[in-house]
């Protein structure tokens, strides 16, 4: 809103001081905040400086990169006003160049309001009564609030002035340390205004700190009463502000309120009223007048303005404002008289971009040159993607109609792209034409250049207006007012683009176009430039030795234009893929011309005056040209890397060619134009500009450029269209992600911008699609639920990316291990350490009740823990979810470890690998993504007892989910279970962590994750996060990868595969540091799909081999085995079959098929897939006959017979 772009402020000597209360505002640092290797990482990380409040102003000065100084102030109710203070101090010491100063208050934790209404602080009503008889404490408002202090030269806008401002404090009273002091505010007030040689009689309204309490207001009162009226006698009244009664009292940014209110007031010219008052305080009445508080809403001239901030220990700071005088003119609506305006915005969103616009068109009143030019200011924003950028670009075209009426068209896109280099194009011959500078000369920048290109042209009868500016046709009838008016035209639109601040990555030129390019480039100034195609023309056309010529543009590419040209024709001028100009001699070149014409080749004949330009004959023209351009450049600069040449095509040309010298632009006008050459070489994303009086390289951008983007300026013979076209054409490069300065366009505004100019903060649309953690009330600042443990799960977020992989029946649930981590976490918390640093024994765990975990919406646990008891419940929507007892031991307190001994894998019967395991577990229900799938693989022997080994990434949570898996795969039914009951879970994370570190695996044991030292201290009983290392990385190095190093080293995050034991019978698993008794799980109903089941009716027909089975009785077997071999229907048969077939590892399978309709494929599937170990299916097919039978069951493994009952009364036999 003050019209400074903060991307211009980037590095600078800005300040930011904040003002805030911490009065009533505990930290709320949650007491289980804890660093979690699957969890929350870097959000555990942030809540130190989440809940730190330096950073208040320190996070400011990092996103903007501020180098002034910052700093938090925390003066209770004065904090704001004192911050300004010390923001002006050090501006007039030069600590800073302009100061952004704020004040913040949020009302986050109700209990404090609580103690504010049980100590008669607040009011008991909730009504701010300020002032008022009936006025009993104070209502608690919020307020965020920031200024600009800018030195008065720098400003663009002006709100108010800050004329002094002062600070001092009560220090010991008798009446204590929180009783006021109207002394010393009295003090206050009269050094602030003596100081600054301020006449008290001319301050026209004071905003007083008033906050409706008993004993503040009347001391406040009777302090301003004595400052500015009693001592002064005034005669007149002074209106007296009392912003809290609209609005509460922001205690720490209360200041900035205030002085809000007052800069609104100057505005608007009138003063808000006060509410709530209905009868003036009995201990003020006395005092009103002079003192008189507003209860209507009063008009107000701007005058000088007190505001007063009163801190409740014994800090006060009073503050004396000017307004802008200046105000707006009837001209200043007068936005698009001249030539139509230009409104560039770009916004993060489209609904913000639409926003702006139609506030535009529908506030004409509100429109002003000063609103469009701090509009402009602050618009000039850099499209960076995935930073602060605002990728929505757009321009309003708006046109003067009449004197009351504009017309408005809009145009936008989304910026998607890397901001392109930009290069500038200037055309040769071919784009000229009568009156091409009349449309732009109302552009002042382009009218004074074509003046000034006149006056040098002038002493060498050339009418260069007369040739721009007229419609006479005979004007380009010779090549020197040809070449003078183009590169004019070029020169005065290149002027135009440079003065709006678009400067060129690549410059290139075509033919005489080189002119303009070393205009462009700074090797030649305006005379130089003019001069040279002036004599370039003047020399050739006067040249007598030169043969009658003809040029023609034609549609060949460069190879075959030198196949076809005859003697005396040649390409000169390489333009495209399939676009030349030939050149060379009258007659040859007619020949030429209808030879191609007759081949159905497109040529056309170029305008040249009978001179065959860029070829050979040239050359008599050489020295002559050569004696005149030295005279015009005798001291030639050398071009840049950005100009690329198209007359020289080696890549080291002569010495006189590397410079806009004379020589140069002879070997221009001899030699051929080698355009496409150069061109098809420039960034293929490149945003082309062709400054010129018409665009011709459209087409070969186009075809040339994959990714480029082509601009022109203005369109042959459209005078009437041309201004528009050129306008838009600024607009379509901000577009792009340029920022044209478009207010060199128009009339100058001079700063600051006028008081009552519309202001742009209110037309701010803010971007909420992005959700940020507020610390809220219930769950922190709620003592009932202050020792609870808040889980707030995200489905999207990157750090909790596993939680979606854990599938059960189609379901993403938490997991059951999840819980358990919960309530360590919560019980850790309780003795001040990390989870991983005690070990815990959990007992009698019940798991009531799944939590179903969505993509769309967030999940919130809570835990509760009781620590006497060691009793935790863990509830989702107030309901119990999971319940048992937690706690921790000194002792060691595994007592079974002994069962991991390392068997033979020889002396396993059946050993299944991780692909087959989680085969079989998928075909169950459990859908597990890769993060839970962390068995590699199980033996046994007689399925009483497995063994196997199971694999450590340093998740908690996946790896005991993993090891719970295992009693799924040991059941002798086929079922999908869940767990419900854990009798004893124990955990010894110093064991776990030994065993992580013995069994890692071989590519990992190279790879010095830990050293000795840092080991020991993570072994050790006391150790502790090394949070000061974390921080400085968080804070210095915004580096997640440092991050991510030390939580590896902390929590042993990287591959290791350990042992582990399952007991069947006694529900028991052990792992390294880990032992799980008596797991009980029942069995979980699944989701049955029944729609492509057709069973409709069926009937029994008794096997009597005469009896002939008819076509009605044969489709009905045909459909009830086509039915049958739907999976649900097979499945539970088939289970029953290979439970029984335990430990067996062959199955042998007879399927009697009279009917041909078989089904041996799908039991041979579902066989082979459902087996929890590898077995051989023996596979035997009955028939009446094998006769057409498919080949898939001949080439597969199945053995085919034919039987009749007829024949063979056995299938044994």
């Not at 020169?491 to 070393?518: K, M, N, Q, R």
């Not at 005056?609 to 020295?623: C, R, V």
């Not at 410079?659 to 945003?687: C, G, Q, R």
Request: charged share 25%; with cysteine; aromatic share 10%.
């Amino acid at each position: 809103t003050t019209g400074v772009n903060p991307q211009l402020l980037r590095g600078s000597d800005t300040g930011v001081y904040i003002g805030f209360s911490t009065f009533g505002m505990p930290d709320c640092m949650p007491e289980d905040v804890q660093p979690d290797s699957q969890n929350n990482l870097f959000d555990t990380l942030l809540w130190l400086p989440g809940s730190a409040k330096c950073l208040y102003a320190n996070r400011i000065s990092f996103v903007f990169d501020f180098k002034g100084p910052s700093l938090i102030i925390d003066t209770a109710c004065s904090s704001s006003l004192v911050a300004l203070n010390a923001a002006m101090n050090d501006l007039r010491l030069g600590k800073c160049r302009q100061a952004i100063v704020g004040g913040t208050q949020l009302c986050l934790q109700p209990f404090t309001n609580q103690i504010f209404q049980t100590t008669s602080l607040n009011s008991s009503e909730g009504i701010p009564k300020v002032w008022d008889e009936k006025a009993d404490g104070f209502v608690r408002g919020e307020t965020v609030s920031c200024i600009l202090l800018q030195r008065k030269s720098d400003a663009k806008r002006i709100y108010a002035t800050v004329l002094n401002s002062g600070v001092n404090i009560d220090g010991n009273k008798r009446m204590g340390m929180f009783f006021p002091s109207a002394e010393s505010q009295e003090e206050l007030m009269v050094q602030v205004y003596s100081e600054a040689s301020i006449d008290p009689l001319k301050v026209n309204y004071f905003e007083a700190h008033a906050t409706g309490t008993k004993v503040g207001d009347p001391l406040e009162a009777k302090a301003i009463y004595n400052a500015f009226c009693y001592k002064p006698k005034r005669e007149g009244v002074l209106p007296i502000g009392l912003v809290k009664s609209n609005i509460g009292h922001s205690e720490g940014a209360s200041g900035m309120a205030s002085v809000a209110k007052v800069l609104l007031a100057f505005e608007n010219e009138c003063i808000p009223a006060n509410l709530h008052m209905k009868t003036i305080k009995s201990s003020i009445r006395d005092l009103c007048p002079p003192l008189q508080p507003i209860t209507e809403k009063m008009k107000y001239t701007p005058g000088i303005a007190g505001v007063n901030n009163f801190g409740v220990g014994g800090v006060n700071a009073t503050v004396l404002l000017e307004p802008n005088y200046k105000v707006s003119d009837a001209d200043s609506l007068k936005i698009a008289d001249t030539i139509p305006r230009i409104v560039n915005i770009c916004c993060r969103t489209e609904e913000a971009l639409n926003e702006y616009f139609n506030f535009i068109e529908k506030n004409a009143d509100k429109i002003s040159r000063d609103f469009l030019s701090l509009l402009a200011e602050t618009m000039r924003v850099s499209p960076r993607l995935n930073s602060n950028g605002f990728p929505y670009r757009g321009s309003m075209f708006i046109k003067q109609i009449n004197n009351n009426q504009y017309q408005y068209r809009r145009q936008s896109s989304f910026f998607t792209q890397r901001l392109r280099p930009v290069w500038f194009l200037f055309p040769g011959l071919g784009g000229q034409w009568v009156g091409m500078a009349k449309a732009l000369m109302p552009i002042k920048i382009f009218a004074d250049k074509i003046d000034e290109c006149h006056e040098v042209l002038k002493p060498y009868n050339i009418d260069l207006k007369h040739l721009l500016l007229s419609d006479d046709k005979n004007s380009m009838s010779n090549m020197t007012n040809k070449f003078c008016a183009t590169t004019a035209i070029e020169i005065a639109l290149c002027d135009v683009i440079l003065a709006l601040g678009i400067t060129p990555d690549g410059i290139i030129g075509h033919s005489f176009g080189e002119i303009a390019a070393a205009y462009a480039d700074g090797c030649l100034d305006t005379r130089e430039a003019l001069l040279m195609a002036y004599y370039r023309g003047v020399v050739t056309e006067s040249d007598k030795k030169l043969p009658k010529g003809l040029m023609a543009v034609a549609g060949l590419s460069w190879t075959e234009a030198k196949k076809l040209c005859p003697m005396g024709v040649n390409p000169v001028c390489n333009n495209g893929l399939d676009t030349i100009v030939l050149s060379g001699l009258y007659n040859e070149m007619k020949q030429m011309v209808e030879d191609l014409t007759k081949k159905g080749i497109f040529v056309r004949e170029l305008q040249s005056n009978d001179i065959p330009y860029h070829s050979e004959y040239l050359i008599t023209s050489a020295k002559k040209l050569t004696e005149e351009l030295k005279k015009v450049v005798p001291n030639p600069k050398p071009r840049s890397k950005k100009w690329i040449s198209t007359a020289v095509i080696e890549s080291e040309p002569k010495d006189e060619l590397r410079t806009a010298s004379a020589e140069y632009f002879v070997h221009n006008l001899i030699s051929p134009v080698y355009f496409y050459n150069k061109f098809k070489h420039l960034p293929s994303d490149a945003l082309i500009l062709e400054i010129g009086p018409h665009g011709l390289f459209g087409k070969v951008v186009k075809e040339t450029l994959e990714s480029g983007t082509y601009v022109s300026l203005i369109k042959k013979d459209s005078n009437d269209t041309n201004l528009d076209m050129f306008l838009q054409s600024i607009a379509r490069l901000y577009e792009l992600g340029l920022n044209p300065l478009i207010e060199k366009l128009y009339p100058s505004v001079q700063w600051p911008v006028a008081r009552n100019t519309q202001s742009l903060s209110s037309l701010i649309r803010w971007d909420h699609k992005d959700s940020y953690f507020v610390k809220k009330y219930p769950d922190f600042h709620f003592r009932s639920t202050a020792s609870d443990l808040n889980e707030v799960i995200y489905m999207s977020r990157a750090l909790k990316s596993f939680l979606p992989e854990h599938v059960i029946d189609g379901n993403v649930l938490y997991p059951a291990t999840g819980y358990l981590m919960l309530a360590w976490k919560r019980m850790a918390a309780t003795y001040g350490r990390i989870w991983n640093q005690i070990p815990v024994i959990f007992e009698d765990v019940q798991f009531r009740r799944a939590i179903f975990l969505s993509d769309s919406e967030e999940t919130r646990i809570k835990v509760k823990y009781q620590e006497h008891s060691g009793e935790f419940a863990i509830y989702e929507s107030n309901h119990i979810s999971c319940v048992g007892k937690i706690r921790t031991t000194d002792e060691y307190c595994l007592n079974v470890q002994h069962l991991l001994i390392d068997n033979n894998k020889n002396d396993f019967e059946v050993e299944i690998k991780a692909k087959d395991i989680y085969k079989d577990l998928k075909i169950l229900g459990y859908d597990y993504g890769p993060k839970f799938r962390k068995l590699v693989s199980i033996r046994s022997k007689n399925f009483k007892t497995l063994e196997g080994e199971i694999e450590w990434d340093g998740n908690m949570i996946t790896f005991l989910d993993s090891l719970l898996q295992t009693m799924a795969l040991g059941q002798p039914f086929k079922k999908m279970m869940v767990p419900v009951m854990i009798k004893a879970l124990r955990c010894d994370p110093k064991a776990l962590y030994e065993g992580v570190r013995e069994h890692r695996v071989a590519e990992q044991r190279d790879i010095d994750l830990l050293s000795d030292e840092t080991y020991d201290h993570v072994m050790d009983d006391n150790m502790k996060l090394k949070d000061d290392v974390i921080m400085e990385s968080v804070m210095d190095s915004q580096n997640i990868d440092v991050i991510e190093e030390l939580f590896s080293k902390e929590f042993h995050i990287y591959k290791s595969v350990l042992p582990f034991h399952v007991d069947i019978n006694s529900r028991m698993i052990v792992t390294k540091g880990v032992e799980l008794e008596d797991l009980m799980g029942l069995p979980m109903p699944r989701k049955t799909n029944v729609q492509d089941l057709k069973l409709e009716s069926y009937q029994f027909v008794a096997n009597e081999e005469n009896m002939a089975v008819d076509e009605c009785v044969k489709n009905s077997v045909e459909e009830y085995v086509k039915v049958s071999k739907n999976e649900h229907l097979i499945r539970s048969l088939l289970d029953i079959v290979s439970e029984n077939n335990v430990p067996k590892k062959e199955i042998r399978v007879l399927e009697i098929n009279l009917t041909n309709g078989l089904m041996a494929r799908e039991v041979d599937n579902h066989l082979a897939s459902a087996a929890i170990y590898p077995i051989d299916v023996n596979y035997t097919i009955a028939l009446k006959s094998i006769d057409g039978i498919h080949d898939d069951y001949r080439n597969k493994s199945f053995k085919l017979m034919q039987w009749s009952p007829k024949q063979n009364s056995s299938l044994y036999n």
